[in-house]
């Protein structure tokens, strides 16, 4: 479905339910170059056991209109005014990678209004190598092999069964690159990641549980760069908990059932 947000059309998938703001509400952001599929078996299970869902494409990105968020915090006030334009008063907050940190600071200013917080792939900082953010600008098809060499602990799944994963994470790659004419959403994405200096100071400020899923393999986002994070979370008396996921950075492609399962049990809670 599409909400209008600041004169733009914004794509949400359901997860083929019709939307009811009176139930509880979960949100999906996702990170650098992708859209609302990255989320497919998860937005959709949950969105059939009792939740509204709105697995987002950010604005400039796939099926969205409006300009690409220069800035994690451009992403986070966004987020915001999605949840009024919704007339949401209250939701869940699921992000990966880059959309952890929206989420974390979405989370941060909006406070109350957020339920429960899952940070997926996450880190803080959450630096970029120079060579990657040149790549990004001036050669994004190599970017895009790289991203998704390092993204995945396997290049194909376990014993060949199943989809391609990286295969598929190219083709996403350039999908979502192609989607805006304006905006190298590439390099657009991991500048805002790079430049973000709030991680700690938003962490001390939410106040909903929080839940880590970190992928043990992680080459993009270590687990234990997560852990400024974590230490941060639990300083300020939040209500902390870590799920270690046995695969890379993609999570919710590389093994849909455990990061699904983390969720929902969070939720459940």
């Not at 497919?40 to 300009?67: C, E, F, M, T």
């Not at 209500?239 to 996921?245: N, Y």
């Amino acid at each position: 479905m599409f909400f209008e947000v600041n004169n733009a059309k914004v794509y949400a998938y359901t997860g083929g339910k019709a939307f009811d703001a009176a139930k509880p509400t979960a949100i999906f952001i996702h990170g650098v170059l992708c859209d609302h599929s990255v989320w497919a078996l998860q937005s959709r299970y949950i969105a059939n056991h009792g939740w509204n869902v709105l697995a987002l494409d950010l604005p400039g990105h796939g099926k969205s209109g409006g300009a690409a968020p220069k800035t994690v915090e451009d992403a986070a006030t966004f987020i915001g005014q999605l949840m009024d334009a919704a007339g949401l008063q209250k939701a869940a907050l699921i992000g990966h990678s880059w959309g952890s940190l929206i989420c974390m600071e979405a989370a941060a200013t909006l406070k109350d209004r957020i339920s429960h917080l899952v940070l997926v792939g996450t880190a803080f900082p959450m630096k970029v190598s120079p060579a990657l953010l040149e790549s990004a600008l001036n050669t994004p098809e190599k970017a895009i092999a790289m991203v998704n060499t390092f993204s995945r602990a396997t290049l194909s799944p376990p014993n060949g069964a199943g989809s391609w994963v990286f295969g598929a994470g190219m083709a996403l790659g350039r999908r979502v690159l192609a989607s805006n004419a304006d905006t190298n959403l590439l390099h657009a994405g991991f500048t805002a990641c790079d430049r973000y200096a709030n991680g700690e100071a938003a962490m001390a400020q939410i106040t909903c549980p929080v839940l880590f899923v970190l992928g043990e393999q992680d080459q993009m986002t270590t687990p234990k760069a997560a852990k400024g994070l974590i230490d941060a979370a639990q300083a300020a008396g939040k209500t902390v908990k870590v799920q270690m996921i046995a695969n890379g950075h993609n999570q919710m492609t590389e093994s849909p059932d455990a990061t699904l399962f983390a969720i929902r049990d969070f939720l459940a809670a």
